[in-house]
């Protein structure tokens, strides 16, 4: 099984400060027949479910804010929240989906300063 | 706009089975082109993704290791959902038990949450 780690396990940002979280895979999620990182990140709040932001590594979902980016290789990767909101308060989660089980990282919480 | 609606009982005894349903609307369980996914979490496991069930012209299955042997995923067409069956349950059972689609993979929606507890 492909196991994801995260760090850091949490972190607090000012309002309006960059957040970077960051993820990798102890093997590549990079597929050589099509070119595309089977990585995911999601952002979840309490007694919610997980929200999808990113998939392929840095394809951001219709509608989550520009704000949100992901990048990366083959084994590590990146969550970037360019300006820090209120609303932004949350675990995040990446997820790679290459090969079955599709792992979840542990999780980075991310908190105002 | 697709919606997950999963409903079951929110305790079960130990050795016991849990039962999970997941009713799809706005997409159809047997569509070709995503997979139905059970995903739980707790404290102590973080996000655990449990597995899938899919049509490609028939039903697969894809289960995680851990709970192979007592793990089932039932597609239901007449009513479009799909059902998560758990057989002897222990305490370490105990979570919050999501429903997802897959698209590609990824989980693109996901039903509510049902906390499960595993207790006498």
């Known amino acids: 099984d492909i196991v994801m780690t995260q760090s850091p396990d949490s972190l607090a940002v000012s309002l309006g400060e960059r957040a970077t979280i960051n993820c990798k895979s102890s093997?590549?999620?990079?597929?050589?027949?099509?070119?595309?990182?089977?990585l995911a990140w999601y952002q979840q709040k309490p007694g919610q479910p997980p929200k999808l932001l990113i998939y392929?590594?840095?394809t951001r979902e219709s509608g989550v804010p520009d704000r949100f980016s992901g990048s990366g290789s083959g084994t590590d990767f990146t969550l970037t929240i360019s300006s820090l909101q209120a609303e932004d308060v949350a675990v995040y989660y990446c997820?790679?989906?290459?090969?079955?089980?599709?792992?979840f990282g542990p999780g980075t919480k991310v908190d105002i300063k | 706009q697709v919606q997950l609606q999963q409903s079951g009982p929110g305790l079960v005894k130990p050795s016991q089975t849990l039962s999970l349903t997941c009713a799809i609307s706005?997409?159809?369980?047997?569509?070709?082109?995503?997979?139905w996914a059970w995903i739980r979490q707790s404290p102590s496991r973080g996000l655990e993704w449990l597995g899938r069930?899919?049509?490609?012209?028939?039903?697969?299955?894809d289960y995680v290791v851990s709970v192979k042997s007592r793990i089932t995923f039932t597609p239901d067409t007449s009513k479009n959902q799909f059902s998560l069956q758990l057989s002897s349950v222990t305490p370490e059972d105990t979570a919050v038990y999501y429903c997802?689609?897959?698209?590609?993979?990824?989980?693109?929606?996901w039903g509510q949450g049902t906390l499960v507890t595993v207790s006498s």
């Open positions: 392929w590594a840095s």
């Open positions: 997802a689609r897959l698209k590609n993979g990824y989980c693109d929606y």
């Open positions: 997820q790679h989906y290459y090969s079955t089980p599709f792992t």
């Open positions: 706005g997409d159809s369980v047997s569509s070709n082109s995503v997979a």
């Open positions: 093997q590549s999620v990079l597929s050589s027949s099509n070119n595309l990182k089977y």
């Open positions: 069930t899919y049509y490609r012209s028939k039903w697969f299955n």
